[in-house]
């Protein structure tokens, strides 16, 4: 079968029915309390919610309280000429003690110093190139902050700036870290490490990010090579605290080839320093086909967990990928790696029933 | 949205997603097969303003509701009785539509109503429409009225992928659940109706075996593979892009009585256009052989100009496919799509299911 269209679920059942069940008088109070409500209209999840429910949602612009003993936190503000806190985001209310903020549903990535993050080039200018890395502005990544090619830490010449399109092209992907925050929340990136610096021999999947719901979250451990089934090698796995993921075949770290060309130079100390000959390769290296469907695998397995709502982190991505590669060998059929719909479904309840 | 927008993949995501969809059979980044689609989910009936109306979405949030209204228009170029009336049987025959009876408009978030991709897309799925001529027919009260049907397509989301298919099911969906209120009055005089909803018939009777409205699929080839409803990042390396428009045929008892009982339907092409994949414009890859800054030795041999020159295929290096989809390629994609029991088929048995109201 190659297309399933399904009808859509109820909006939130657990959720409707437990507000049903709490106290049904107040459904019928708030459907004649003044709300417009056009004949034939669908009920919205919203015209349930009620002003002491734990769980709510609240739209930008929506009052939230117009009493005067709640403080206003993130994501409210106070309206100028009365002094009811109005929410200014999508998102459910958290209270702390006096305090009401309303967590964004959906956030755009907000860049904090020491975060692992993928971003994508989108400008390159004269000393600088300007990264999309989720967030509400372009990152920054200056030419000094990169390791230039040359194995030794060199100063950079014009001649460094005049070529800068052959280190990073608009369109490269990168891994990186937030070296500086600006007063208005832009970032700068630097590359500076042998394990930050140009991505290839992979798939790129974008997820939303640290901000709301679910989505990458920060862990003990952004970037991890783990070993594939069905004998297709270690597989890294970056995935960016931004919720930009990369996936890629493992190939052995430059830090081989360089103790076998160096040694009698690069001690530990300076290796850091040294740069990694094929860190601006746009060249990819032989994939096998095993390879490549564990790749696939695992992004279906990335896909399905933001679908259903989960968390994605090194434990989660691990164990639905072993769940995935089960999955896959007690059904039978070609289309074993695909992970969408009904059997991201099965994978999700899988991975939460545990 | 535009499938020649300029697409923002780097030369070796780029290389690895051609790579991977050019084996057989291919690996999709989504592990799909060829010719699956993405899960939908679909409803009619949503909009209580309007004649008929659908909402489509994916499961990555991609979202279209298309809303039908109709409207008693005046049919211009009827001057007067200046003839008599020929009986019944005449007026069957003058039954004729005209195109400018459907307005179609879609619109996309981020992208104004003029814009030529928007149009492109308007145009396509109203050519598929029109193209048999029947539909117009429908719309036709008598010689001197006819309905006007406005068909607006919106995306509500931001276009994650080429939106054409995903619009066209949208639309399929909404002209089936379109009803047209029952008319009461009879030959030329002002048309009068029954205002009971209730018993408005449907513009596309239900049950019998009339014709459907038209499906357009999105078909894109790598080298030969065939894929269907590609993404965004497939199409960034398609060598061709296909948008296929199909209706079913009629099955008059003089088109059936040859073929007896053949499984799946006979179907119509209605159209084909050609889609500008934006593989064509997206930066070559640099082999690591003439790379600047690759290698040990890279600040010694420094090349003083930038600027890369594209050389020979090298394994693992992307490079635009250049020059014209092949002839048989093409045909190929369209046999593929019209195949009896083949993914069209398939298509419009799913759409068959989705429950109208």
Known sequence: ?354 | MAPNQHVLLSPAELAYLHEALSLTPPIRPDGRAPTQFRPLVAETEILPGTNGSARICFADGTEAIVGVKAEVERTRGYHGDDEEEGGEEKREQEREGQDEWVELTVEIPGYREDDASTAFLAAMLSEALLADGGFAKKLWINRRFHWKLFLDIILISPPLSYPLPLLSLTTHLALLSTRLPRLKSEGDEDPFFDDDWAAAPYLYPQGTATTRPPITLLVMAVGRNIIFDPTKEELAVADVVLAVSVGEAATDASSTKGKGKAPGRSLRLLSVRTVDPPSRVTPPGVPNATNSAYGIAASAQKQPEARTVEAQAVEGVWRAPRGGAKPAVMAALVQKVLERGGVADEVLDALDAVELG
Do not use: C
């Not at chain 1, 919205?44 to 709510?56: F, G, T, W």
């Not at chain 1, 970056?238 to 930009?244: E, R």
């Open chain 1, 1 to 354: 079968m190659p297309i399933t269209i399904t009808a859509p679920k109820a909006v939130r059942p657990s959720y409707a029915a437990a507000d049903n069940a709490s106290d049904d008088s107040d459904s019928d109070a708030s459907s004649d309390n003044g709300a417009a409500d056009l004949e034939g209209d669908i009920p919205m999840a919203s015209s349930r919610r009620k002003e002491d429910k734990s769980y709510s949602i609240v739209t930008p612009g929506e009052v939230i309280t117009d009493d005067p003993q709640w403080m206003r936190g993130h994501g409210t503000f106070v309206s100028p000429s009365t002094s009811a806190i109005v929410s200014s985001v999508a998102g459910t209310i958290t209270r702390t003690n006096k305090l009401l903020s309303v967590r964004p549903l959906r956030a755009r990535y907000t860049p904090e110093v020491g975060d692992l993050v993928v971003g994508r080039i989108v400008e390159v200018q004269a000393k600088r190139w300007r990264v999309d890395v989720g967030a509400s502005q372009l990152a920054s990544l200056p030419l000094s902050a990169i390791n230039l090619p040359g194995g030794i830490l060199r100063k950079r010449t014009e001649t460094d700036e005049l070529q800068i399109r052959t280190f990073f092209a608009e369109g490269d992907l990168l891994v990186a870290e937030v070296q500086q925050l600006f007063s208005d929340g832009g970032a700068v990136l630097h590359t500076r490490s042998l394990k930050y610096g140009k991505l290839r021999n992979g798939v790129f999947v974008a997820v939303s990010g640290m901000g709301g719901g679910s989505g990458v979250v920060r862990s003990r451990r952004q970037v991890w090579t783990m070993e594939a089934a069905n004998g297709a090698g270690p597989l890294d796995i970056v995935l960016g605290v931004n919720g930009f993921v990369w996936i890629s075949k493992h190939v052995e770290t430059p830090e081989a080839l360089i103790a076998e060309t160096k040694s009698a130079t690069t001690g530990i100390t300076n290796l850091e320093e040294s740069v990694s000959t094929t860190m601006y390769s746009s060249q990819n290296d032989r994939i096998g086909v095993e390879t490549m469907r564990e790749i696939s695998r695992i992004r279906g397995v990335v896909t399905a967990l933001v679908e259903n709502g989960l968390r994605v982190d090194e434990d989660m991505l691990v164990r639905g990928y072993h769940e995935a590669v089960e999955m896959a060998m007690l059904g039978e059929g070609p289309d074993d790696i695909y992970l969408g719909g009904e059997r991201g479904e099965q994978l999700a309840a899988a991975l939460t029933g545990v």
